[in-house]
């Protein structure tokens, strides 16, 4: 595993996908509050998209999320490519909750905040 998903996963939860022994995804989150969880990054390198890698590493997540931390009631996430991302999390259970603004070094993004209850 590179050095900077052991230095991530030190603060954050993070999951990496392999297949044939090579990293092909990755899906990273904070704690926002007590009984959220949001995911910051969900990857998955091009050459490995449509095999459901992205919904195996969500699944994954949800399942670890309610096996380590049951003070966690949802999991949030903010898209920054709603008619692309927005239509992957729908597909696995999540629900348009809002908006938001994805804050960048160069500047902020709106975004559409997705959510998905635990319990």
């Known amino acids: 595993m590179p050095g900077d998903f052991i230095q991530i996963s030190e603060n954050l939860p993070i999951i990496v996908a392999f297949e044939n022994q090579l990293q092909v995804g990755f899906i990273a989150a904070r704690y926002i509050e007590q009984s959220k969880i949001e995911i910051l990054f969900l ?12 919904t195996m590493l969500a699944k994954h997540f949800e399942s670890w999320v309610s ?14 490519v709603p008619k692309y991302n ?13 908006c938001s603004e994805c804050n960048y070094p160069d500047g902020s993004i709106r975004a559409v905040r997705l959510a998905k209850n635990l319990r």
């Open 86 to 98: 927005q239509r992957f999390y729908q597909k696995i259970g999540y629900s348009e909750v809002g």
């Open 43 to 54: 990857y998955v390198r091009l050459d490995a998209l449509g095999k459901g890698i992205g």
């Open 67 to 80: 096996q380590h931390d049951s003070l966690i009631q949802q999991i949030v996430v903010d898209t920054a």
